[in-house]
């Protein structure tokens, strides 16, 4: 085996909005900025941000070049610079990052990543170096249909330049305080932009190798087994757009993206003697990683697509049309888990089985719109209308593994034996048709309002239970039993409404209230089941989230901030329990908090910014008391802190702190909740708080410029949300301690 060295819903713009969003200028907090104008991929319409009743930011190409190094995510950047995201869970996947208690709606040049089934990898699915700008809309909202109960992160990849041909090439390091060729990590990226009268287009080619991780004491941290983490993976990358434009009314745009990370490692987790973090509850593992791991198949993450959009500005009579079509597959691996497999026909009721997880996701949609401008009594009334249309395909695997010979090698040794089906074949088709309406009533005051209506259907096959498939195996002449499939069948009707006064040039009040849903992920859902499971509309069904804001905004040449208060509810909720399994409780959830920024420029060379994000969520138990929300639902409190200073030769050096908050509500109350088959108690954490920093410096140098950064400054020993909230989850295994202090170099030159 090789090993590899090294807020809330934009109501206003709510379903007319679709595609990508651009930006220009003015800022937010935290190297983000929030949009003077927001632009719409060539699609449905733009909107100043003084016109949008939420809270959106923008992560513009210079603030993202700042934050890289080698190894760190798309999810370690975000989880530093938006308020309203949970912190980044270190690992591969983006479980647990919710903003304002809910899910979020990740795409890639408009491309929905998130869709019916989701394996919580899309911040793993496009690297740092392939994206031109990031924009973030917090809060619930209908903009893009199922998925966006929370927010949308819309990440935009490479887009041309003003020169007719571009080029640009990056190279980086990263490495622990220990440093050897285990732990090196390093990445090169070349990317080249053309511009033409007609054609233009852009391209760019990643690859990258992460090493091992290092706690604060300098020792190798043990791999997760529960979502995976990112050591000793190898990582390639290919993005490429292509726009034609043949006539000033028209254009046509074609976009490919792959994406390959794959893990290959020779370490193993320390399940400590005779398996004992897997038997004795009371038992702590080291969380170090052991030498000797054997698993041919190990982790791994593949995302490839393509997209192709249609846009005409005089159709119908003047009205502007863009049609968008797309095609993505993803497939996953997870890293293979002991559970207990119960069945009355096995001996004793129940046997340990080592079990790998394997997904296949294939994703087809189309989305158009129109787009038309009235003058009203000398007013502008704008209307988009339109249809979308999605279908999606998930299926899942697990490879079973030899239990005895992992008995034997104390977990390191895998030996794969069969193939079961994990979860029942589904198909899920949404079709959503939505009208908007955006009227100025004044020169201070404006109006929105729309209507989204969403037709869900999902298509479940037959299928084998792996519980059933492996007593039939295990057990001489028994008759295994089918899980029936179904069809399902539900429709949902959004609203939004929103107001936006301008008290002045600089400053706007806004309020709104708009409506989300998502999803239960169906097969995975249906992955745990009995046979004996019914599915019905019942069962399966969606979750709409009612969300109210009011806020404040100013944006001036020196001080930029905002707050925003807000607050959702919704009377169902999707729950991952201690099993492993995932059921929706018929339960009501509320969540609320505030979101505040404040930037400060006081001088041309000087920048000061802060950030805070306080949410709180709570659900009804059986006995209708409400009960604390878990860290994965709502984060804790999260801070965030930076001070920059540019120096006369353009030289920089930034300092930016993290603080998370500790709180041990929902660990209180999860022994005091009332439990029933249809709301259970949901595993919770005591969470520690702790508070992590960042020196990041630039120098011009031979045309480009050169970086180097420390991350984790003072060598904090603590663990993250993530890993605090999994041992409750998960099991102490995945109680995974953070990286220590971190060292970064990096070049980059644009000629």
């Known amino acids: ?211 091992a991780s290092l706690d604060a004491h300098g020792r190798r941290i043990g791999p997760e087994i529960a979502q995976t983490d990112r050591q000793d993976t190898e990582t390639h990358e290919l993005n490429a757009r292509f726009d034609w434009t043949p006539t000033d009314s028209q254009q046509l745009s074609v976009g490919v993206r792959w994406f390959d990370d794959q893990q290959d490692s020779d370490h193993g987790p320390d399940y400590g003697p005779r398996l004992a973090a897997l038997f004795n509850p009371a038992f702590t593992p080291s969380h170090q990683a052991l030498p000797g791991l054997q698993l041919e198949a190990q982790p791994r993450t593949r995302h490839q697509g393509v997209n192709a959009q249609y846009r005409n500005r005089d159709v119908l009579g003047g009205q502007e049309l863009s049609v968008e079509a797309y095609y993505r597959n993803e497939q996953g691996r997870w890293f293979p888990s002991v559970s207990t497999l119960v069945h009355p026909a096995l001996r004793g009721g129940f046997a340990y089985v080592a079990m790998q997880s394997n997904t296949d996701i294939d994703v087809w949609g189309l989305r158009t719109a129109l787009h038309k401008g009235f003058d009203v009594a000398g007013r502008s009334l704008q209307l988009s209308y339109g249809v979308d249309h999605e279908r999606e395909q998930d299926s899942q695997r697990g490879q079973m593994y030899d239990i005895n010979r992992f008995i034997a090698s104390n977990g390191l040794d895998y030996q794969p034996t069969a193939q079961y089906a994990m979860g029942s074949d589904v198909r899920v088709d949404t079709t959503g048709l939505f009208l908007q309406a955006d009227h100025s009533l004044s020169e201070r005051f404006s109006v929105q309002a729309g209507v989204r209506h969403q037709i869900l259907r999902n298509r479940v096959e037959d299928s084998l239970p792996y519980t059933e498939a492996i007593t039939a195996d295990a057990v001489a002449g028994y008759q295994p039993h089918l899980l029936r499939g179904g069809r399902v069948r539900h429709s ?232 605090q909230q999994a041992e409750a989850t998960y099991g102490k295994m995945s109680s995974l301690p953070a990286a220590g202090r971190t060292f970064s170099i990096g070049y980059r030159v644009e000629y």
């Open 1 to 211: 085996m090789r090993h590899t060295a090294a807020t809330l819903p934009l109501a206003m713009l709510a379903l007319a909005i679709s595609g990508q969003l651009a930006a220009q200028n003015t800022s937010a907090t935290a190297g983000t900025r929030q949009l003077d104008a927001v632009s719409v991929t060539a699609v449905r319409g733009a909107r100043s941000v003084a016109e949008i009743a939420g809270t959106v930011y923008a992560i513009e190409r210079e603030q993202i070049a700042q934050q890289i190094t080698a190894g760190r995510s798309t999810a370690d950047i975000l989880g530093q610079l938006v308020p309203s995201l949970a912190p980044a869970s270190g690992t591969t996947s983006n479980y647990g990052m919710t903003m304002r208690g809910r899910s979020v709606q990740v795409m890639i040049d408009g491309v929905p990543l998130t869709g019916a089934r989701d394996g919580s990898r899309q911040l793993n699915s496009i690297s740092p170096t392939m994206i031109e700008r990031i924009e973030v809309i917090s809060g619930a909202t209908a903009l893009y249909g199922a998925g966006a109960s929370g927010g949308i992160i819309n990440i935009i990849t490479l887009q041309p330049g003003e020169q007719p041909v571009q080029l640009a090439s990056q190279f980086g390091l990263r490495s622990p305080s220990h440093l050897s060729s285990d732990t090196l990590a390093w990445n090169a990226a070349q990317t080249m932009t053309v511009r033409g009268d007609q054609f233009s287009g852009a391209f760019g080619f990643a690859y990258g190798r992460q090493g």
């Open 492 to 723: 949902q009707t959004l609203f939004n409404a929103g107001v936006v006064y301008r008290l002045d040039a600089s400053q706007q009040l806004f309020a709104n209230v708009s409506q989300g849903f998502s999803l239960p992920d169906t097969q995975r859902m249906l992955r745990d089941v009995p046979a004996s499971f019914v599915i019905d509309s019942r069962n399966v069904g969606p979750i709409k989230v009612d969300s109210y804001e009011l806020g404040w905004r100013r944006s001036d040449a020196s001080l930029q901030s905002a707050v925003t208060a807000f607050y959702n509810r919704s009377d169902k909720t999707v729950q991952f329990n201690r099993d492993y399994s995932v059921s929706v409780a018929d339960t009501d959830e509320r969540v609320w908090g505030v979101e505040a920024n404040l930037r400060y420029t006081p001088t041309a060379q000087l920048e000061l910014g802060a950030s805070l994000a306080s949410t709180r969520g709570q659900y009804r138990d059986a006995a209708g008391r409400w009960r604390e929300l878990n860290a994965f639902r709502v984060s804790p409190l999260k801070a965030g802190v930076h001070g920059q200073w540019r120096f006369a030769n353009d030289s920089l050096l930034r300092l930016q702190g993290q603080v998370v908050g500790g709180t041990d509500r929902a660990w209180r109350d999860a022994p005091l909740a009332a439990i029933s088959p249809s709301i259970r108690a949901t595993p919770a954490a005591k969470i520690h708080g702790y508070a992590v920093f960042d020196l990041i410096g630039e120098v011009p140098l031979a045309g480009g410029r050169f970086s180097a950064g420390i991350y984790n400054l003072a060598d904090r020993d603590y663990r993250t949300v993530y890993g």
